[in-house]
């Protein structure tokens, strides 16, 4: 066992932990954060995206040795939180995109689906949609065929679907 | 199927790495390497053989990074990953063929994460980057305890997955010679275009005689050419025979019908689960075909 220190979503966190542990279980098992979801467990599927020092990577090729320090944002990073106790949160643009343009089904695709777009508006990424396509490569979404997806990730990046 | 979490240590210096890895084999066997993790995290969940006993993380060697020129050779730091040299602007204008294999490997989180140095230590035939580097004349720089040496790309895949490592030796750095006058292509054939393990890979290398100021002859006759391939043999591979047919030939139509039958002749690719054995050996066939008639303009 080792600590580690990170900081999960902006606020500090520490886990003794050993360090082999994929990031992917100590953010879900450790750090009750579920919203990152574990598809495959081999990097083939993305749906345990997380942002690490603001860049997209598969927690579960990741052992939190390597995250050490790290400044890592999870699904449960996007939304603010609400303003006052029973309100509801607001969502992050990219969020209420997926709403608009119908791009989460079964959802379990999904928390990855958002932090991959997130991080493609992040470095400022525009509505083409082949470069959307290409930052989304590594995410499978079996349901929605992904063009609203991709719809959604443009929508925000400034055009129209 | 949870996977295992072997003991690591996370060493900040090259001698404290290379002493973690020298530690005499325990009852549990010797410790492994881990830099981005896309190959060795996945050996965790032990659905592929044994995973590793004891584990030294390499990532905080920060030595192990950057791309500089050292005169007119190209120096990568074994740590670099795809996404370092998909923007290195230093690599986009001396080996836009390395650019281009890193932009086909895995997607944007492999990329983010996975490095040269483990592409080449975990020695699959289908590594992307290593028809690249063999046809580029890279050499590796090999450092442990003993201190270190330099083996050529085309000595260091011994066999099947093997390599000409010590268990205790580490890849620290990949020397590309710059070479005047060196054109060079990289096409790969897969499934789809992200995150698809290679059918066939190649990097094809040559030089135009016009351009070699230490050589005099015709401009557009073919000299010092490469041809290495991925994914039709147990290691990556330069195909000699066709290589030979190229060198000081002109790129004309006889030339590309010459090396494509050479190469189909050459090869002896197997049949897998991605591919067969017949269609590995008529695409390299026809990608060679078509980079000839591309270079010639006909
Ligand atoms: C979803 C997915 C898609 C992929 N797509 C591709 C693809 O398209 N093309 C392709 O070629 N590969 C692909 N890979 C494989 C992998 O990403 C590459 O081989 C990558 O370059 C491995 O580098 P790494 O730093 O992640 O290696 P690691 O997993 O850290 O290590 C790999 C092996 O090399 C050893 N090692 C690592 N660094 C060193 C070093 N410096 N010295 C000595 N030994 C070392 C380790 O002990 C281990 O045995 C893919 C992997 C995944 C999970
Ligand atoms: S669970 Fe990590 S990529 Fe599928
Ligand atoms: S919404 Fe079901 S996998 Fe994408």
Sequence with gaps: MTTYHLTVNGAPAEVDVPGMRRLLDVLREDLALTGTKEGCGEGECGACTVLLDGAPVDACLVPVCQADRGDIRTVEGLAAPASSPGAPAALDPLQAAFLVTGGAQCGICTPGMLMAGRAYLDAGGGPDHDAIREAIAGNLCRCTGYTKIVEAIALVAGAHP | ?298
């Design chain 2, 1 to 298: 199927m949870s996977p295992v979490e072997p003991p690591v240590t996370s060493p900040t210096d090259l001698a404290a790495a290379y002493a973690a890895l020298a530690d005499p084999v325990s009852a549990a066997g010797r410790a492994r390497p881990i830099a981005g993790g896309t190959d060795l995290m996945v050996a965790l969940t032990g659905e592929l053989g044994a995973p590793p006993a004891t584990v030294v993380d390499l990532w905080r060697l920060d030595s192990l990074r950057g791309i500089t020129l050292d005169g007119d050779v190209l120096v990568l730091g074994a740590l670099t990953t795809y996404t370092d040299i998909r923007r290195s602007t230093t690599c986009g204008e001396h080996l836009p063929a390395l650019v281009q294999a890193a932009m086909t490997i895995g997607a944007a989180q492999i990329q983010n994460r996975g490095t040269l140095g483990g592409n080449i230590a975990n020695a699959s035939p289908a590594g992307d980057t290593l028809p690249v580097l063999l046809a580029a004349d890279a050499s590796f720089i090999l450092g442990s305890v003993r201190g270190e040496r330099e083996v050529p790309a085309e000595a260091f895949w011994t066999g099947y997955r093997q390599t000409a490592l010590a268990p205790d030796e580490l890849v620290l750095r990949i020397r590309i010679p710059l070479r005047s006058g060196r054109e060079m292509r990289f096409r790969k054939v897969g499934t789809r275009r992200a995150q698809s393990i290679s059918k066939v890979v190649l990097g094809l290398a040559w030089r135009d005689h016009g351009e070699m100021p230490d050589t005099t002859g015709p401009p557009g006759a073919w000299r010092d050419v490469r041809l290495a391939l991925g994914s039709v043999a147990a290691t990556p591979i330069r195909a000699r025979a066709t290589e030979a047919v190229l060198e000081g030939r002109f790129p004309t139509p006889e030339t590309a019908d010459l090396a494509a039958t050479t190469l189909a002749d050459e090869l002896h690719p197997i049949d897998d689960v991605r591919s067969t054995a017949e269609y590995r050996r008529l695409v390299a066939a026809r990608i060679v075909h078509r980079l000839i008639r591309e270079a010639g303009g006909w």
